[in-house]
């Protein structure tokens, strides 16, 4: 018991002698290196799963739709469609059978406004019982129709109820490349004009007269009437008494139909009786101021020769001998034929075209033998259309030659009258973007009828400064001149 208290007692003093010299004693601290951890491996754990209730769809999934071109219509139902794929704005379509044709020619449209170019239309038969009777017959028999276009073309074709589709299609295939003209007959009790000028008629005359004699005597044959365009006037040769004369056989007369249309642009024809139809047609062609800068006149080859070349020149030009640029071209006029030309392309006939001008332009042709025509054309007051006859020759002036042996080179020429240089002018330069050298010769060819006219002609010649040279020639002095100084003169004419 003693010796177990002793070891402990023993044991607790060395104890506390260890305690107190480690805290007395200092002692170097060393490092310990950090233990790597260890990888954690995390484990996914599965996500919750929310459990929805089911939506219901809005949308309804389909195919597309079936495709018809046109909508259908149906076989001997109310209505017909009408299809226009002819590439113009349609104005009018007739549809009937024989039976239909027999009853009436007169044709109707079925169309309240115009149809353009792919544009569908339906036509209720009901607002066309007769033509309803005859579909509704079933007896296989074909129907035709006509269309119009604002051109005026007409458009043809035949169409089988009990075959082809009831939606009628119309196109380009179907249009006439010559618009027939109805068999009036001649000298019978009436004549028809077509107004097929694509603008409505006001007015329209028949006379013996040209437009610009009319005084206001005239019969408008249109009344208070218009006559739209693609419409006939059926004239009854009874209500032409002023006329009965001109209207025989043997009469060989001719006559100016003219009509007026609602913008008063004027249209003109000569109608020849004897030998013309009585179906007459106005068109474009015989608008005589026709919108633009563009003057038309017709001439019509009779002479029995073909015609090369067509000069159009005022008066100026005519007498000094000159004709100015052909009006043909490329074109020639055969015997019995006819062309239309634009006298507004040559500038030199701008004031003969003017509306107040009374000034004469003369119409010269010639054949393959240099034969010459004449005839003389009034623009404001004759009809815009000549005949050459065979007899309407012209002589063609001779040439007058001229030496320049003056000391210096000459700038314009003229060939004037006593008239001319009395109303303060000397006509038209000669020479024109030519200048006429010293020592150098200018020919010019003089009409016939100014030196039968005129006798005594002057000459006057200037140079760049001014100088002018002056001679006076007739016929008896020859068809040779020499301007030189002596011919220099103190006072210009002007």
């Not at 754990?45 to 459990?51: I, L, M, S, T």
């Not at 030199?348 to 009374?358: F, P, T, V």
Request: hydrophobic share 40%.
């Amino acid at each position: 018991m003693k010796r177990t208290s002793l070891a402990r007692t023993i044991s607790l003093v060395l104890l506390l002698s260890f305690l107190f010299f480690s805290c007395a004693t200092p002692m170097e601290q060393q490092v310990v290196p950090p233990i790597p951890a260890e990888p954690v491996e995390v484990v996914a754990q599965p996500e919750a799963v929310v459990v929805e209730e089911p939506k219901l769809a809005v949308a309804t999934i389909e195919m597309p739709p079936r495709y018809m071109k046109y909508p259908p219509v149906v076989r001997y139902g109310e209505v017909i469609g009408l299809v226009n794929e002819t590439g113009y704005s349609i104005k009018s379509f007739d549809l009937f059978n024989d039976w239909m044709y027999l009853e009436s020619t007169i044709k109707i449209n079925m169309l309240s406004e115009d149809l353009g170019d792919g544009q569908r239309i339906i036509i209720h038969l009901a607002q066309y019982p007769e033509l309803s009777e005859e579909l509704q017959k079933r007896d296989g028999s074909t129907f035709s129709f006509n269309a119009s276009d604002w051109d005026e073309d007409l458009y043809w074709g035949e169409w089988n109820p009990g075959e082809d589709a009831w939606n009628l299609v119309l196109t380009a295939d179907h249009m006439l490349s010559v618009t027939p003209d109805l068999d009036i007959e001649a000298f019978g009790p009436s004549l028809v004009i077509a107004n097929q000028s694509g603008y409505s008629f006001e007015r329209l005359y028949i006379e013996r007269k040209s437009p610009n004699e009319m005084d206001g005597s005239e019969i408008n044959l249109l009344g208070e009437q218009l006559l739209p365009s693609g419409h006939l006037a059926r004239i009854k040769t009874e209500e032409l008494a002023h006329l009965q004369e001109f209207l025989t056989f043997d009469a060989y007369a001719t006559l100016t139909i003219t009509a007026y249309d609602t913008d008063g642009d004027r249209y003109t024809l000569l109608w020849h009786p004897t030998t013309d139809a009585w179906f007459i047609a106005l068109t474009l062609a015989e608008l005589q101021w026709p919108e633009g800068d563009q003057f038309y006149l017709t001439v019509e080859n009779q002479t029995g020769q073909t015609l090369w070349y067509l000069y159009a020149v005022p008066d100026s030009y005519f007498q000094e001998g000159e004709y100015g640029s052909d009006l043909l071209d490329w074109d020639l006029i055969y015997d019995s034929d006819e062309l239309t030309v634009d006298l507004a392309q040559l500038d030199y006939l701008a004031d003969a075209l003017k509306g107040d001008s009374d000034e004469v332009i003369h119409i010269v042709a010639k054949d393959a033998n240099d034969v010459l025509y004449h005839k003389e054309y009034y623009p404001n007051q004759d009809i815009a259309y000549i005949v050459f006859e065979a007899e309407e020759l012209l002589q063609e002036g001779e040439s007058l030659s001229l030496y320049n042996d003056t000391p210096s080179d000459l700038w314009f020429l003229y060939l004037s009258t006593d008239e001319i240089v009395d109303e303060g002018d000397l006509g038209r330069d000669l020479l024109r973007d030519e200048i006429w050298e010293m020592q150098e010769e200018f020919t010019f060819k003089v009409s016939p009828s100014l030196v039968e006219k005129h006798p005594v002609l002057h000459l006057y010649a200037y140079d760049y400064l001014d100088n002018v040279y002056h001679k006076t020639w007739k016929v008896g002095d020859g068809w040779a001149l020499t301007f030189n100084a002596e011919d220099l003169s103190e006072t210009a004419p002007l």
